[in-house]
């Protein structure tokens, strides 16, 4: 039976704080990863079509993360169940946009040089399967609020990756450099945690469940990366493009100097 003093009006205040300034520090640091590579001249609007369509909606969840956890935090239930449903119409969009453009990435070639192309191709994949399953695993405890922000907690945490990785030198970190990212990412909700078992005395269970997640998305990267299934599903995804060229696990070569 569902414990009902769980997300009540006593439990809420402590947590509000908590949640609010881990929104504003998670969709913080990923907005400022891709705006110092814009000021950085590393991207372009000469992108494709497709990359534009994903950065608008990818930027949409960031915002409507922040408003519905800023919402909750006020306790207006009724916009922040109205915003959910837009949010979950936006969840398939974030899924399908954010692969094709992994994929298209892949079978053009063009992956950042610190990143071996098959793992590039898994771990993104792998990162947005992880943020869909705990935000729709946080919809199905929406009535528990502690499971629910929570649960919306590790989502997030899963898409900090391609901001993080442009805020931090990664060319220096290879051949780790996605593991670094993910150790910079665990980060949040490691200090959320701390901080939240300092005000409720306990490690709320809903921590263990998206940290098995998130960790479960390196394993899973790691095991197809490296294992028989990686290079023949690298190979069907590149067939009869630039990227079938590329070897899956060699780093690419680092961009040259701009042309004069």
Not at 20 to 27: D, F, L, S
Not at 32 to 46: C, D, I, M, P
Not at 90 to 103: E, Q
């Amino acid at each position: 039976m569902l414990d009902r003093s769980i997300g009540s009006a006593r439990t809420l205040p402590a947590d509000r704080g908590l949640f609010v300034m881990g929104a504003i520090a998670m969709t913080g640091v990923t907005v400022a990863g891709f705006g110092v590579h814009l000021l950085a001249g590393r991207s372009s609007f000469e992108a494709p079509l497709l990359v534009h369509a994903h950065a608008v909606v990818f930027m949409g969840w960031l915002a409507i993360y922040l408003a519905q956890t800023a919402l909750a935090a006020r306790g207006a239930g009724i916009w922040h169940r109205r915003l959910g449903w837009l949010a979950m119409a936006w969840l398939p969009l974030m899924l399908i946009l954010g692969v094709f453009v992994v994929v298209d990435m892949v079978r053009r070639g063009e992956t950042p040089f610190f990143f071996r192309p098959l793992q590039f191709l898994v771990l993104d994949t792998a990162s947005l399967l992880t943020f869909a399953g705990l935000t729709l695993w946080a919809v199905t405890h929406r009535r528990n609020t502690d499971w629910h922000a929570r649960l919306h907690f590790c989502a997030m945490v899963a898409l900090l990756g391609p901001g993080i990785g442009r805020l931090i030198p990664s060319p220096a970190f290879m051949p780790w450099a996605w593991e670094a990212t993910i150790a910079v990412s665990l980060i949040f909700p490691l200090v959320a945690i701390v901080l939240d078992r300092g005000k409720a005395g306990r490690v709320h269970p809903a921590w263990a469940g998206g940290l098995a997640a998130l960790f479960m998305m390196v394993l899973v990267t790691e095991v197809i990366t490296y294992g028989p299934a990686g290079k023949p599903l690298y190979r069907m995804v590149t067939s009869g493009s630039a990227g079938a060229s590329v070897a899956p696990l060699d780093f690419p070569a680092p961009p040259g100097p701009p042309p004069a």
